[in-house]
């Protein structure tokens, strides 16, 4: 029974230097007036089903969390999520480790490399956000959505661009919740 909800917020501050302190020159920042100050939204998602033993489609299995590889590729291409069809809701955070398992975190950090979130269309591919080591974004899906067609993959965190990942995977914490 999808009586479960999931609740979210997002918050924002723009911040403007205003200079040097004296104590070793070290940056001062301020909520930027220029741009209003700050902003911030919350909601919630309802009538989903947080189901016991979710998995690799979900993203959790009672209690313990499932990672999914971002390959290091280029934007013209990416690992898919899963084929959760009907999605209400997806969280993904760059979790600054490559990939070892589903269910493990590697040794190895990758907090270099971007976490690049794609949509696609057939051979289109256009990014939504790349995520730096611990950012997270979240999408309120609400309905019938199928995620498969949200693809992710690690990209060149120097140059910034398009180009595939210098530092390998990147193990993507998710959660993903259908009706």
Do not use: W
């Amino acid at each position: 029974m999808a009586d479960d909800k999931i609740q979210f917020a997002v918050s924002m501050t723009p911040c403007e230097m205003v200079g040097a302190s004296g104590e070793g020159g070290a940056q001062n920042f301020i909520s930027a007036s220029e741009a209003y100050g700050s902003g911030g939204g919350s909601g919630q998602i309802t009538s989903v089903d947080i189901v016991t033993g979710g998995g690799a489609n979900d993203g959790y299995d009672d209690g313990a969390k499932h990672y999914i590889s971002a390959a290091a590729v280029a934007d013209a291409s990416g690992t898919a999520l899963t084929s959760l069809a009907a999605c209400q809701f997806i969280y993904l955070k760059h979790t600054g480790f490559e990939f070892s398992s589903a269910t493990a975190l590697s040794a190895t950090a990758n907090t270099t490399d971007l976490l690049t979130i794609l949509i696609t269309g057939g051979t289109d591919h256009t990014v939504i956000a790349r995520l730096k080591a611990g950012e997270a974004i979240v999408l309120p899906m609400r309905g019938a959505t199928n995620i498969s067609t949200i693809e992710i993959s690690s990209s060149d965190g120097v140059a910034v661009d398009s180009t595939a990942g210098t530092q390998g995977t990147i193990a993507v914490e998710y959660l993903a919740v259908a009706a």
